[in-house]
């Protein structure tokens, strides 16, 4: 005993445990039956309590530590035995103070060392301690078993201790009997939660490869066997979590100061991996053998058995659901999964118990889950066996089975990764089944339920539950398939937020799983894994791929040799007979019977497939029967005798070449297999009653080895071999998971929309997997292990997406129709709805357009606005679908945004009716007046609205219904409605009432928030409904178009460009609409427009942009092309509140007012034209210098605008007032320039080149706003009237010449360029070109009256800006000389006229050359006119006039016949008439020329030089030769006096024409000799005025009728004196001035002058003396000359 100031059993930690425990055993024990065990525990306190000194710390390097903690290693190894004898004693009072303490001792980290270790290990205290703990487990004592699982958990938690190897095993195996034979049911749920918990513990260290680890305390949550009875008591459920909760205190908290023996913990072993991992491995193989026991045939209902399995499978459930990084990416670990879990899996697959068949699943999902990577290959092949199988059965599947399959399978598409991983390993690999196809299929059939009429074991109940189930499980799959989509594209609107998604393991996918917190998808970013992160590109290859080989491979099992072109042709297969072998004997889905046809084929090529198939098959060392049983797996025999023969010849010489000694030939192989498929046929076909004997089998096989018989023996075994054992040829159904559709529409799963599924289902077992197909899995299992592990692939691309949607989305599509269609479950519709939301939203964003708008359209569709008499609150929810979509998917609706704002629409219509509202109808269709009534009239009570609903065409439109695509409802074709039609109608919209208006003005308002693409595709939809609303012939509505306006209002803050492109959709509509023949609609259109013109006015627009016009647009293009003048006159209107009430924001806007102003103006109304004008009056008077601040286009629209009022037929005061306005826009720019140029130029304002160059770009820029005014002005000048002509004419001139010290040079170039001179373009000069005589007359009235007042004012123009202009000269001389070339006198006149005046105003401006080109050209025009006599000649050359007397005589004699002589003879006249006026005319003009030239001297003659007065010589001496020329066309002159007589006008004054030409160019050359006697010297004028004098007196001479005389003698021998005629002599008294002013000439001459010229006159003098003459004066002057001339010559 010790003191008692010593503790019992000593100061050590350990002491202080062992010492109470001891002393209790003591007290305990019965000294007689436990003497032993009393004295070892007495000596073992006496140990403890006899030294006090403190023992040093233990060495954990030490190979002879002590096993417990401070004490000495022999006062240790007593303790230890008195423990272990008292454990052993099988008492349970001496017991449990030892269970106790040792529990104690692990508690506290004082037992050190390894237990139920192998070979020494095994026989340490330690391990001798735990083994007896364990034994006290079997001592049926309820508190010994829990002191005893106590002492477990405190073992398995306590880092000092390893349980090692076969310890680990004893401690399962104690705990499993403990739960399966203790009479406690709260001990054998202690048991339960204390086996899971040393799981937890042992698999945690595992994983960090560490004894000091924390874990969790595993919770009864965690136990998933619902038949367990003792989870419905919760009494019994709280002791048991207590008591682990109890067990496992402080796990969390590590205790400090307890040294850990890692070199034995940590140790490694050859192996290559450390103990602690290598228990985990072998507890993990013992959990899964205990899942594997089974039944004995003695007792096959062993309850027992099926709850250890049971306990088993739910701790292999735990174990994988908490697996970590390590075990899912070693290798020893996954391998031990594929070798023992595996194939717990398949084995208990075949048990029917429910607990094990929902334990299976719920391991597979974890596998799935958890080691996908892994495991791939086993995956491939569980998932169809145990999920696909179960989901296909539509017809007879078990209840229970069924729904644990789809709640798994629920669970399983949570997972968005899982499903993107299984979709590209699988579906995507040509070696994989086709997994989510499958799984989505198999769905499909499930949510269509059973087909009518099939034989089902379900119930309608039960059906029902399994079509909600699956249509649930669709709509997550989507779901899913979203998030992920959002998860990776980072879409942060749909999927929710981080923090709820933590909180919400159901809803969100991409949470952590798993109780430590990993990822699901840890193993993917292992190394181990090897997973192969594959992008899109190869993924969609290798799909392809897939696609096109099943393909093939489909086209091969309905023909088999277009199936082998196929695929070669598509490269899949080689061309080679032993590829094509290859492809048969290896490809799964290939249809067995089909493949025996195509090697029994007779063609060339077929045949050389099958010998290369069966050449490839080694029957070395088989037995004959073996070999053909061999032979026959890969196909099945043809029915056609000779494909059968050439397929067993081939075997029989392929099976002779292996095994040369078998028979003596070939053909003994092939009778021989003949008979055996003979035999098989006829021993296990049915139907064959007489069964072939063995003695029959061998007497039909009598000599055909060659004419020998085979030994009886033989035979005999190989008859017993095919009746025993069936030979099985290959089925087509041997590989159900990989049979694949007949079409590539059935592979995409398109069929479904057409033809739902295929019905023809396989009856499976209702429970459990049958025996073959387990030994199928087991040899699939065999054959997978010889093969290279299959890559694991993993994307992150979301363009698998399109992929998978490709797959699935018609079978969802399907499947949510029909039961949204077929169901009013509120979950079923409500997943459908979500379905179809979560595809939308994928399809949306991943571009899929046909697939989205199959989506949106169903939804659409099952609304039923366009049938609501028929709603139910499935249609409300499909509404509220509709605008989730809307507002959550907006910016990827694209073309889908028509269906659902249709849907808006009929909603907004239904609403409107639903409330007793008056229809858009009423006020686009009656009076206003009709309309305001019918409104105050709606404003009633409820019942009312019912009675009026019977009277509103509108209401019974609805309540008809229609169609989804119908725009109208039905017609009066329908029946007529009731009042209780009307009351459902009206209680169904009621139902409407759940949707609120907000709800739909919310998608309008929230479009400021799409992007740009989906903006423009929203407001293309709006605007296509809208149209089809308005164009409703009995009901057009406005819902839209208030719509458009509201949505181009919110979005009118964009940026330009995307502004831009909505505008260009939106104007299109305006214009169509606007265009509408309904008149109210199209009213109502533009006043909308005006409504968003002035707010877009609102906002500023910098210069240089266009965004305001193309705003306006709309305005011009429905102006310029409706028919309806109401329409064209609110346009005016519009356009007029907008300018004079936005006028300061206009920039390009301009361009579109003046448009309408411009169509106004030629309006066929006087109203609208009278109202533009006013309001155009007002913008040019006050609101002038905004039109100028913008481009210049705007001041020419300005211009074209008012030119075209100028040509309005209702006023001419408004044509009149344009014309003024455009002076007043002239004074306005000039005010403007002149601003402008006096701030620049105030030292020299006339001076345009002395300003610096800024100043004169910007100069400039003000001045060519002057272009279009001028040019507008000088179109103007060919208008038809003449007020018009003529006041443009005056206008554009008088602002030239006020303005224009404005102009720079070469603007004035411009001006004359492009305005004046096409003024005087020859096209309206050139009269006589014209053929019609209207048109004649309007080109003489332009000449007459326009154009010499435009001709007189551009000389004066350009007098005064000549200095400017001075490089025009030559231009604007030649225009006004131009119009001296006129065969019109007055336009002559004037043109030789406005050349004086040019002449004078320039005179003393223009230099030497200038005056020699105006001269020259002044020269070259009166040149031209040289040849209209020539014209006339011409004209009358082959025209005969007739005599007078003859003419009327003749017209006496042929009054009655001859006509056509009279009007060839009235032709002639009237040609003569021309003739003789253009003979008139072309005298006169001579003579004016004349005239101008010696005005020109005259005034000018001190400014001209020798040049200058040369030229006029030139001129006048070319007139007088032509007056010449003139007088000497004697033929011409007889023809004009004929036709003068007969006409009774005077004759043309020829004579007078010449005299007058002669004697002014005299005149000149007289004033030229007196003016400038030095320059007249020096031009030689003298003899030039002799030589005209002769010309003169010759010419009078030959009037007189005397012809000089050619003698040298100058006299004349004969004289002979004729009279002269009357004629005659009037011509020579024509003539008689100009002779007499010669003569006075020759008389006044000097004597030397005279002298020189005297023998030049003489003769002619002489000759006058001899002439007759009409007048004395000659002959007196005749007499001067002789007198005082030549007398004082002969004198002297």
Known sequence: MASPTAPLGGASPSGRVLGPALDRIIKNAAWRKHSALVAAAKAALDLLSSSSSAYPAPDPTSPHQSPLLGLPHAAADTALHALLLALESASPKVADPALDCVAKLLYHRLLLGDLGGAGDDASSPASRLLAAVLACGALADDAMELATLRVIVAA??????????????????????????????????????????????????????????????????????????????????????????????????????????????????DAGMSKIREDGLALFKNLCKLSMKFTTPDNPEDQMLLRGKVLSLELLKMVVDNAGPFWRTNEKYLGAIKQYLCLSLLKNSALSAMSIFQLLYSIFVGLLTRFRSGLKEEIGIFFPMLVLRVLENVHQPSFLQKMTVLNLLEKICKESQVLIDIFVNYDCDVDAPNIFERMVNGLLKTALGVPPGSTTTLTTAQDQTFRIESVKCLATIIKSMGSWMDQQLRIGEFSPKVSEASLNSIDNPNILIGEDGNGIDYELQSDSGSPDISGAPSLEQRRAYKIELQKGISLFNRKPSKGIDFLIKSKKIGHSPEDIASFLRNTAGLNATMIGDYLGERDEFPIKVMHAYVDALNFEGIDFGE??????????????????????????????????????????????????????????????????????????????????????????????????????????????????????????????????????????????????????????????????????????????????????????????????????????????????????????????????????????????????????????DAVKAIISIAIEDGDYLQEAWEHVLTCLSRFEHLHLLGEGAPTDASFLTVPLVESEEKAQRSTTSTSSKRTNALQNPAVMAAVRGGSYDSTTAKNNASPLVTPEQINNFISNINLLDQIGIFELNHIFAHSQRLNSDAIVAFVKALCKVSMTE?????????????????????????????????????????????????????????????????????????????FQNEFLQPFAVVMQKSNASEVRELIVRCVSQMVLSRVNNIKSGWKSVFTVFTAAAADDRKSIVLLAFETMEKIVRDYFQYITETETTTFTDCVKCLITFTSSKFSSDASLNAIAFLRFCAVKLAEEGFVCHDKDTDQQPNNLDSSDGNTVVHKDDNVYFWVPLLAGLARLTTDSRPTIRKGAVEVLFDILKDHGHLFSQFFWANIFKSVIYPLFSSESFTPNGQNSSVNSTEDDSWNFETKMVALKCLADLYITFFEVM???????????????????????????????????????????????????????????????????????????????????????????????????????????????????????????????????????????????????????????????????????????????????????????????????????????????????????AEPQIMLVCEKILQMYLTCAGHEPCNDASGRDPALHWVPLGTAKKEELEARTSLVLHVMRLLGGLEENCFRRNLPLFFPLLTNLIRCEHSSGEVQLALYDIFQSSIGPIISA
Not at 162 to 175: P, Q, Y
Not at 1098 to 1105: M, Q, V
Request: charged fraction near 25%; aromatic fraction near 8%.
């Open 627 to 876: 070999a053909i049983r061999h032979y026959l797996r890969g196909f099945r025999l043809p029915g056609e005798a000779q494909k059968i023969d050439r397929i067993m010849e081939k075997f029989a010489e392929r099976y002779c070449k292996c095994n040369p000694n078998s028979f003596t030939s070939a053909d003994t192989a092939y009778v021989l297999a003949y008979s055996v498929i003979m035999l098989n046929t006829d021993a296990h076909n049915t139907m064959v009653k007489d069964k072939m004997s063995k003695s029959d089998f061998i007497r039909n096989n009598r000599g055909i080895d060659d004419g020998k018989d085979l030994p009886e023996a033989y035979l005999s075994t190989l008859y017993d071999q095919i009746v025993k054992n069936e030979i099985k040829m290959s089925a087509d159904s041997s590989v159900p998971q990989n049979k694949q559709p007949s079409s590539v529409m059935k592979l995409l799963g398109l069929d479904n929309i057409i033809s739902f599924v295929n019905w023809k289902q396989a009856e499976d077992r209702a429970l459990g997997a049958n025996d073959l197909l387990i030994k199928n899995i087991q040899e699939k299992f065999k054959a997978k292990s010889g093969k290279s592990e299959s890559v694991f692939s993993v994307i992150t691309d979301t363009t698998i997406l399109r992929f998978m949607m490709e797959v699935c989305w018609a079978p969802m599509m399907a499947a949510f129709s029909v039961t949204l269609d077929q169901s009013d479950d509120k979950a079923a519709t409500s997943q459908c709805l979500q379905g179809f939301r979560s595809a939308v939203h994928v399809t949306s964003v991943m571009c899929m357009q046909t697939q989205r708008d199959a989506f949106v359209t169903s939804v659409a569709k099952f609304t039923y606005l366009h049938c609501a008499a028929d709603m139910k609150q499935k249609n409300v």
């Open 1366 to 1580: 001075r490089p025009e000269l030559s231009r604007v001389t030649s225009l006004v000389t131009n119009f001296i070339r006129s065969p019109y006198k007055q336009s002559a006149s004037t043109g030789i006229s406005v050349f004086q005046c040019l002449a004078e105003g320039l005179a003393s401006k223009l230099s030497k050359d200038e005056w020699e080109k105006i001269l020259l050209c002044f020269k070259e025009s009166a040149a031209h006119t040289f040849v209209v006599f020539d014209k006339i000649v011409r004209m009358m050359q082959d025209i005969e006039i007739p005599d007078r007397n003859e003419s009327y005589s003749e017209a006496e004699q042929y009054s009655d016949h001859d006509i056509y002589n009279d009007d060839e003879e009235e032709a002639n006249m009237e040609t003569a008439s021309y003739a003789i006026v253009r003979m008139k005319n072309h005298m006169a003009l001579q003579l004016l020329i004349i005239q101008g030239i010696i005005k020109l001297y005259e005034e000018h003659k001190s400014s001209l030089c020798a040049e200058h007065i040369s030229i006029m010589l030139e001129m006048l001496s070319a007139i007088a030769s032509h007056a010449s020329q003139v007088n000497s066309e004697s033929s011409l002159h007889i023809k004009l006096h004929k036709a003068c007589s007969l006409l009774e006008v005077s004759e043309p004054a020829v004579v007078h024409f010449e005299s007058e030409s002669y004697q002014s160019y005299l005149k000149l050359l007289q004033a030229l000799r007196y003016d400038n006697p030095s320059l007249s010297e020096n031009m030689n």
């Open 1030 to 1106: 308005l164009q409703s012939p009995t009901d057009p509505r406005i819902f839209c178009l208030t719509k458009i306006v509201e949505i181009a209002h919110y979005n009118m803050n964009r940026i330009r460009l995307v502004w831009s492109r909505i505008w260009k959709v939106l104007s299109n509509f305006f214009v169509s609409v606007g265009l509408s023949e309904n008149l109210s609609v199209a009213i109502f259109v533009m006043d909308s427009l005006r409504q968003l013109a002035m707010k877009f006015l609102e906002r500023e627009e910098l210069a240089n942009y266009n």
């Open 156 to 269: 398995a938690r306590c880092p000092t201790v390893a349980i090692r190897g076969e310890g680990l095993g004893h401690v399962l195996k104690t705990c499993y009997n403990i739960y399966l034979s203790s009479s406690s049911a709260a001990n054998q749920l202690c048991a339960k939660l204390a086996l899971a918990q040393v799981l937890v513990i042992v698999f945690a260290r595992m994983e960090v490869d560490s004894m000091d680890v924390r874990v969790r305390t595993v919770s009864i949550a965690d136990m998933m066997d619902v038949s367990d009875r003792s989870l419905n008591d919760s009494s019994i459920v709280q002791v048991a979590q207590g008591f682990i909760n109890e067990a496992m205190e402080g796990s969390d908290v590590p205790e400090p100061g307890t040294p850990v023996a890692l070199a034995e913990v940590d140790g490694k072993e």
